[in-house]
């Protein structure tokens, strides 16, 4: 059977990796060529590479950043930030991403999700949503987490995946940064609803936060970004810990 | 040299990439004469059958690939494996280029477990089920990584490896006679995956 994920999250501007909590006050924490090799060699399913780079000279350092790593790590790469167009689905596929994640773009401009299927295949387009609740209801938020759209998460997942949209990342900006735990709830509500596959996002403080995540039938993924960049969880460890727990992994 | 035919379809920075870290001389070519010359090819392939097949067809490659599949060793991946059998039922019916006995059907239809998801998307572990110089560098059970809504069968002779997903033993791993096939994408499928094409460049 297939084996649960566990997937780093490298959010990159000006050539840098940063983690902010819950999206603000960004640090920076490293090059993301060293963090590639380092996360490859540490067991590693996937790679995510977001974006966050506002400029155009940043952009051509992205580019280079992940054609270098494309070149070198031989494991599933998903790319993420500023994603708005088929050229910029072009671009990002042409330096070795599998996978191209869209967040903001598909709120601006939903046909890009229908769009970029049609051209690459489903498994190629990741829909990520930022979500919150807001008056008792999964709000999708926008640009990194800063605007409600007012738009009905749920729905708005059910929507992507009809349109072609082959995996979905939750992230719960109501448990992001916080290291309590993945929010269950809001998971369980997508998994009940869409029959993608589901990364979760959002809330990883520990390992057995990881177990609890795959307790959930409808989770294939766990993503985190500080406490992998940080050393507070080791991979390989979350990776038998799990494992001795009855959670299917590739070690 | 390893010739990685070029037909306009899918993303062959990975594959060649990961050729080129083990060392290997390759060649992204759409060149009979390349190929002819090549010591070994590969067939890559990602999207829907049908589309692939019609591409292939249109560079006029195919009677350079059916003389030479018989003279050096070959494989498709991915789709590029679909493309080796003799039929799929892809978006209706669709011939293939008949070098292993098989056909390509949709594994939803087969699978018992509606719940399952499909696309077989990730990482599962391919069991050996008959040993090949292909597995030289590779440890039964290894994990390697599938994407993939349609999968061979009827192939049972030609099968070296399967990996099991609800009901259905997904062919993983063929052979016949000097074709190879992977189902999974080996330049994706990290350390494992590049002992599979080390061994295969050693063929």
């Given at each position: 059977?297939?084996?649960?994920r566990?997937?780093?999250?490298?959010?990159?501007?000006?050539?840098?990796?940063?983690?902010?909590?819950?999206?603000?006050?960004?640090?920076?924490?490293?090059?993301?060529?060293?963090?590639?090799?380092?996360?490859?060699?540490?067991?590693?399913?996937?790679?995510?590479?977001?974006?966050?780079?506002?400029?155009?000279?940043?952009?051509?350092?992205?580019?280079?950043?992940?054609?270098?790593?494309?070149?070198e790590?031989?494991?599933?790469?998903?790319?993420?930030?500023?994603?708005?167009?088929?050229?910029?689905?072009?671009r990002?596929?042409?330096?070795?991403?599998?996978?191209?994640?869209?967040?903001?773009?598909?709120?601006?401009?939903?046909?890009?999700?229908?769009?970029?299927?049609?051209?690459?295949?489903?498994?190629?387009?990741?829909?990520?949503?930022?979500?919150?609740?807001?008056?008792?209801?999964?709000?999708?938020?926008?640009?990194?987490?800063?605007?409600?759209?007012?738009?009905?998460?749920?729905?708005?997942?059910?929507?992507?995946?009809?349109?072609?949209?082959?995996?979905?990342?939750?992230?719960?900006?109501?448990?992001?940064?916080?290291?309590?735990?993945?929010?269950?709830?809001?998971?369980?509500?997508?998994?009940?609803?869409?029959?993608?596959?589901?990364?979760?996002?959002?809330?990883?403080?520990?390992?057995?936060?990881?177990?609890?995540?795959?307790?959930?039938?409808?989770?294939?993924?766990?993503?985190?970004?500080?406490?992998?960049?940080?050393?507070?969880?080791?991979?390989?460890?979350?990776?038998?810990?799990?494992?001795?727990?009855?959670?299917?992994m590739?070690? | 040299?390893?010739?990685?035919?070029?037909?306009?379809v899918?993303?062959?920075?990975?594959?060649?990439?990961?050729?080129?870290a083990?060392g290997?001389?390759?060649?992204?070519?759409?060149?009979?004469?390349?190929?002819?010359?090549?010591?070994?090819?590969?067939?890559?392939?990602?999207?829907?059958?049908?589309?692939?097949?019609?591409?292939?067809?249109?560079?006029?490659?195919v009677?350079?690939?059916?003389?030479?599949?018989?003279?050096?060793?070959?494989?498709?991946?991915?789709?590029?494996?679909?493309?080796?059998?003799?039929?799929?039922?892809?978006?209706?019916?669709?011939?293939?280029?008949?070098?292993?006995?098989?056909?390509?059907?949709?594994?939803r239809?087969?699978?018992?477990?509606?719940?399952?998801?499909?696309?077989?998307?990730?990482?599962?572990?391919?069991?050996?089920?008959?040993?090949?110089?292909?597995f030289?560098?590779?440890?039964?059970?290894?994990?390697?990584?599938?994407?993939?809504?349609?999968?061979?069968?009827?192939?049972?002779?030609?099968?070296?490896?399967?990996?099991?997903?609800?009901?259905?033993?997904?062919?993983?791993?063929?052979?016949?006679?000097?074709?190879?096939?992977?189902?999974?994408?080996?330049?994706?499928?990290?350390?494992?995956?590049?002992?599979?094409?080390?061994?295969?460049?050693?063929?």
């Amino acid at each position: 059977m297939l084996a649960k994920r566990i997937i780093p999250c490298l959010d990159v501007k000006n050539g840098r990796v940063v983690k902010g909590t819950n999206f603000e006050g960004l640090r920076d924490m490293a090059d993301p060529v060293e963090m590639a090799r380092f996360y490859n060699e540490s067991g590693a399913d996937e790679l995510v590479f977001y974006d966050i780079t506002a400029s155009a000279e940043g952009r051509g350092l992205f580019t280079d950043i992940l054609r270098q790593v494309a070149s070198e790590i031989f494991i599933p790469l998903t790319v993420g930030g500023g994603i708005r167009t088929l050229d910029d689905f072009d671009r990002v596929l042409k330096c070795g991403a599998d996978k191209v994640s869209v967040n903001s773009g598909a709120i601006s401009d939903p046909s890009i999700i229908g769009a970029a299927a049609k051209k690459y295949g489903d498994q190629c387009v990741v829909l990520s949503m930022d979500v919150k609740r807001v008056g008792g209801q999964f709000r999708l938020f926008a640009k990194g987490g800063r605007v409600d759209t007012g738009i009905d998460a749920m729905e708005w997942a059910v929507k992507g995946v009809r349109d072609g949209a082959g995996e979905i990342v939750l992230n719960s900006i109501d448990t992001d940064g916080v290291k309590g735990g993945f929010d269950l709830e809001m998971l369980d509500e997508l998994a009940a609803r869409v029959d993608v596959p589901i990364i979760a996002s959002g809330g990883a403080g520990n390992m057995e936060h990881f177990a609890e995540l795959f307790t959930h039938p409808g989770i294939d993924a766990g993503l985190a970004a500080s406490i992998f960049h940080t050393r507070q969880v080791d991979i390989k460890d979350l990776k038998r810990f799990l494992r001795e727990r009855g959670v299917e992994m590739r070690i | 040299m390893i010739a990685i035919v070029d037909y306009g379809v899918g993303n062959l920075f990975s594959l060649s990439s990961s050729l080129k870290a083990l060392g290997l001389e390759t060649e992204i070519t759409a060149d009979a004469a390349k190929l002819r010359a090549a010591d070994k090819i590969i067939l890559p392939g990602v999207g829907a059958f049908g589309d692939a097949k019609a591409k292939l067809d249109a560079t006029g490659l195919v009677p350079v690939l059916q003389e030479e599949a018989e003279k050096k060793p070959f494989l498709g991946i991915c789709l590029g494996m679909q493309l080796l059998f003799d039929r799929s039922t892809e978006y209706g019916e669709h011939a293939g280029l008949g070098f292993v006995p098989g056909q390509v059907v949709d594994l939803r239809g087969d699978l018992e477990d509606k719940t399952l998801k499909v696309p077989h998307m990730g990482w599962n572990s391919l069991q050996i089920v008959k040993d090949d110089p292909i597995f030289k560098y590779f440890e039964d059970g290894e994990y390697v990584y599938y994407v993939h809504s349609f999968y061979a069968k009827d192939c049972l002779p030609s099968t070296l490896g399967t990996s099991q997903y609800g009901n259905v033993s997904v062919t993983g791993v063929v052979r016949h006679g000097r074709v190879y096939g992977t189902q999974f994408h080996p330049e994706k499928s990290g350390d494992a995956g590049l002992r599979l094409l080390r061994a295969f460049a050693e063929l």
